[in-house]
């Protein structure tokens, strides 16, 4: 499929998603799974899409293991899954070196087994080890399955993230790169979550071998990047997809620059402050709890203009209704449904934001600041008594 427009705000679906669209391209951490722990509800939504015709693919920042290895976890947690439904960061990284170099290139790993198993599956070389030992792993012929050692000198360098990368893997990595050697970043994830909250995710550890080699990565070829939702489509043969994620900055931004619609649930990262602020390219076509969003219909948000050009806007979703203005957003009726209530909000924040780009609307702030909490506070705070999890950041 090729990249379209959509349109800059939410979308309504008379209709459930998975009757709407013909691929799920799903993601792991903070909507499957946070941790080891799986998302509540997560396997019998998926389940039930799928029995609607929707067809999955899951698609991972995460280059820690390999796809093989996702799909057996998958698997175990109840969901619907089968061979090569599951595509990783470190399965794009492999294919784009394998589009620069050629067969039996060493590519020194500064990652786990994912990014090790993914250069093979592509016919490159596995390098660890410091530049002196120079170790190549690569299949044993005589004995499928096994791995064997060859002599071979790295020619690249691929990082990707792993629990267990250790500050000698850093700095094999920062060796290579200010060598000159072309580095590629599965990602820029600043965090991943777990059960205690965001942790240091790949983006971070980019930033330590580029701050001590003194230059950035030559390519990034994971979310937010267009390329891997576009596979995951070519993959599954579809020509409707929907993105599914927790993060704007990676799931809902590549969604949007790859043409795609996409939804955001509130399991993982991104909370409702976030979505407030949300910029134009990285905002979502649709808004859910969690993967149960497949499964129902999406309400129509109106947005009515106010009688003049400064007198910002006033949206209505079902019961809920929330007004704009240079004061910031207010709360005329919080309605029944928590989700309605946030839906009004970011359609009047980013109608208000859109028509005055100066003026210190969404995305131009954060959330997090005295301007973003003074902007947001009625809605966050009736949010908060509806529904504290739409509001409680991870």
């Not at 920062?174 to 995710?201: C, E, F, I, K, S």
């Not at 019961?319 to 005329?332: F, S, T, Y």
Request: include cysteine; glycine fraction near 14%.
């Amino acid at each position: 499929m090729t990249a379209r427009t959509l349109g800059t705000g939410l979308l309504g679906s008379a209709e459930p998603l998975a009757d709407q669209h013909d691929l799920a391209i799903v993601d792991l951490d903070g909507v499957v799974y946070v941790g080891a722990d799986p998302v509540p509800g997560a396997a019998p939504a998926l389940a039930a899409a799928h029995s609607r015709g929707m067809r999955l693919c899951y698609l991972t920042n995460n280059a820690s293991r390999p796809a093989a290895e996702v799909t057996a976890h998958l698997a175990a947690l109840g969901l619907p899954v089968e061979e090569g439904q599951v595509l990783t960061s470190a399965q794009v990284a492999a294919t784009y070196l394998a589009r620069t170099k050629p067969a039996g290139t060493g590519v020194l790993v500064v990652g786990g087994a994912g990014l090790r198993e993914a250069l093979r599956e592509v016919g490159l070389v596995p390098v660890t080890g410091s530049q002196a030992e120079a170790r190549g792993e690569a299949q044993a012929g005589a004995q499928p399955g096994t791995r064997g050692e060859v002599q071979v000198e790295a020619q690249a360098v691929v990082q990707g993230f792993h629990p267990d990368l250790s500050w000698r893997d850093l700095a094999r990595g920062t060796h290579a790169v200010r060598r000159g050697l072309p580095w590629v970043a599965t990602n820029l994830d600043r965090t991943v979550p777990t059960p205690d909250g965001p942790a240091p995710g790949n983006g971070t550890l980019v930033d330590v071998i580029a701050t001590a080699a003194g230059r950035r990565p030559d390519a990034v070829t994971g979310k937010p990047q267009p390329e891997p939702f576009l596979e995951a489509a070519r993959r599954g043969g579809s020509n409707n997809p929907l993105v599914i994620g927790d993060r704007l900055d990676t799931d809902l931004e590549g969604a949007r620059a790859a043409g795609m619609a996409g939804l955001l649930v509130f399991t993982g990262v991104s909370a409702a402050g976030e979505v407030l602020d949300c910029p134009e390219h990285r905002r979502p076509h649709y808004l859910g709890r969690d993967l149960g969003a497949l499964g129902v219909a999406h309400p129509e948000v109106t947005c009515v203009p106010g009688p003049g050009d400064g007198d910002g806007c006033t949206a209505r979703c079902r019961a809920a209704e929330v007004r704009a203005d240079a004061a910031g957003l207010a709360v005329i009726a919080s309605g029944a449904d928590p989700l309605d209530l946030l839906r009004a909000a970011c359609v009047a924040a980013w109608s208000w934001a859109d028509a005055h780009p100066a003026g210190g609307g969404a995305g131009t702030g954060s959330p997090g600041s005295t301007a973003g909490r003074n902007r947001y506070a009625a809605v966050l705070s009736t949010l908060q008594r509806m529904d504290p999890g739409l509001v409680r950041e991870r």
